[in-house]
DNA sequence: TATTGTTATACTCTATAACTATA
DNA sequence: TATAGTTATAGAGTATAACAATA
């Protein structure tokens, strides 16, 4: 048998994990066409309509320069609409169409993380998820 | 204030964390002149001298289509050497080479390792951990 | 037939540099 | 000066398909 030197190297079962889950989430959102970056994307303009670029970049840890042909695809696709707020900033809003698409984006997003919450056992749940959510928000660049 | 509407999600969480863990890994590992995933190779034929280059990518879940070319670059700087176990398999081995500096990533690893586990409270580390590496050996494809 | 290793290729995410236009 | 947005480019990891050689 060989002799795994990483099983007790939490930052590499942190990758590992992530890893198994982005897979999903892709292959879930392959029948939308969206790929994982894009979906969160639609899913924070949703909740903030107007918002500029620059926001969901910033929320989302997404450089601007990877931003830009981001949003230009679904603004391409008519997913969602950019309008003036001022010379050099925009506001994002979902489109008839991008709203649809979000509703079953989230559907896809929610039964991930159902699947992922059903694997934590009860009696850890609520510390797994504290210190999770804490090392999520601490390097909240 | 704009609205997070992913601050919930375990599953969002854990993509961010390993990305961030991942960043600094790659910061570390850049004056060695490795990348994450050369880093990993190395430690686990470190550990089990003549490993075939199928049975690393299996534990890594890397795709042998990528373990060849990740081999063939440890191979082209000596860091590592094949050697024919039967016709088509290779056992792998760390040069000297190969050995001084896997010694200096396990001490990059370690040191990241160690700032990970000083940022989660000791009361949830625990049950944090052994959560943690129940998800990754259960998605262990 | 299954497995090992390889090549070619494409996709996704990320990073940097350089630039324009606007506040 | 700082910020918003863009373009071009490169790096890293991963995925599939196709193949030769061997078990």
């Known amino acids: 048998m060989i002799h795994d030197p990483l099983e007790d ?9 992530s890893a198994a889950v982005m897979a999903k989430l892709a292959e879930g959102l392959s029948r939308l066409d969206l790929r994982p970056a894009e979906s ?8 903030n309509p107007g918002v500029t670029q620059s926001e969901v970049g910033r929320l989302l840890g997404i450089a601007s320069a990877n931003m830009a042909p981001l949003v230009a695809r679904l603004a391409d696709r008519g997913l969602i609409v950019r ?3 001022d010379g050099r900033s925009q506001g994002l809003t979902l489109s008839d169409g991008g709203r649809r698409i979000t509703v079953k984006t989230r559907s896809v997003v929610d039964e991930l993380e159902s699947d992922l919450l059903a694997r934590i056992p009860a009696v850890e749940r609520a ?3 504290k210190v999770l ?3 999520a928000r601490d390097q909240d660049d």
């Open 9 to 17: 190297l939490p930052g590499y079962a942190l990758r590992r994990v």
């Open 83 to 85: 309008e003036a707020v």
């Open 127 to 129: 510390a797994f998820l």
């Open 133 to 135: 959510f804490a090392l």
């Open 40 to 47: 969160t994307v639609l899913l924070v303009i949703g909740a």
